[in-house]
C-alpha cells in the first residue's frame, strides 16, 4: 500500500526528523510540507493525501481551526497529530475533530511507525497518554452502551484484553483454554469491526467496561 503522506510541523528538528524517518520506509511518499498554517488548506485542497501529520501546538502555525478546515476540503485523508501539547482540554478539543490517531512527540520510533501505519489506513491508534485522558474524561460522565451483540463471556474478555491481558491471561484466570479465548477474541474483532488492538480500550471505554481507579 503507497501512502501520500503531507507534513506539518513548524519545529525544525521535528520536521527534519520525521521526514528522515518516513523516507526510510519504502511505501510512504511525501507529498508535500507546509510552511505556515494558511497553506494547510491550500495543500490538502492540491494533494488529497492519504495522511496528514500535524501539529497544533506550535504559536503562530497551524490551528485547531486550520485541521478542521483542511479536514472539510479533503474528506478522505487521515490526520495523525504528533504533539507536545500537555493541556488536557485542548487535546480533548482536537480528538472532538475527528481525527484518526493522535500520539506525543515522547512516543518512540516503533509507536510513530505503528500510528503512521494506522492511521494511514482509517483506524484509530491513541499513545497511552492520549487513552489515559480519554479515560478520564469519559468515566463516570456518559452512560454504559449495550455491547453491540456480544455474549456475556465476550464482554468480560473484551474487559480484560481493554485492561492489558494477554490470551494466555485470561485463559488463566477464567479457566478457559487459550483456544477458547482465541475463539472469543476473533468473535468479538468480528461483531465490532475492531482494526486495532487500540479500539478494544476504546469500545471498553464506550461501553463502560474500563474504571479508573
Known sequence: MKIDALLADKQPLTAAGLESFLLDKQEIKIV?????GEQLV??????????LIVD????????????RNAMSVSSRTNV??????????????ALQL??????????????????????AK?????????????????????PEMETSGLTTRETEIL????????SLAIAEKLFLSPHT?????????RKLNIKSPTEFVIYAMDFGLLKIK
Do not use: W
Request: glycine share 8%; hydrophobic share 40%.
Open 32 to 36: 508535500g510540507k507546509v510552511a505556515h
Open 42 to 51: 491550500i495543500m490538502m485542497e492540491k494533494t488529497h493525501p492519504d495522511l
Open 56 to 67: 497544533y501546538n506550535i504559536p503562530g502555525y497551524v490551528t485547531l481551526d486550520d485541521i
Open 80 to 93: 495523525l497529530i504528533l504533539s507536545a501539547d500537555n493541556n488536557k482540554a485542548t487535546i480533548l478539543d
Open 98 to 119: 475527528g481525527v484518526k490517531g493522535y500520539i506525543t512527540k515522547d512516543c518512540s520510533l516503533q509507536e510513530v511507525g505503528m500510528a503512521v501505519q494506522s492511521t
Open 122 to 142: 482509517g483506524e484509530k491508534f491513541f499513545c497511552h497518554k492520549i487513552l489515559d485522558i480519554i479515560m478520564e474524561k469519559r468515566f463516570g460522565v456518559e
Open 159 to 166: 474487559k480484560l484484553i481493554a485492561h492489558g491481558h494477554s
Open 181 to 189: 479465548v482465541q475463539t472469543h477474541r476473533k468473535s468479538i474483532i
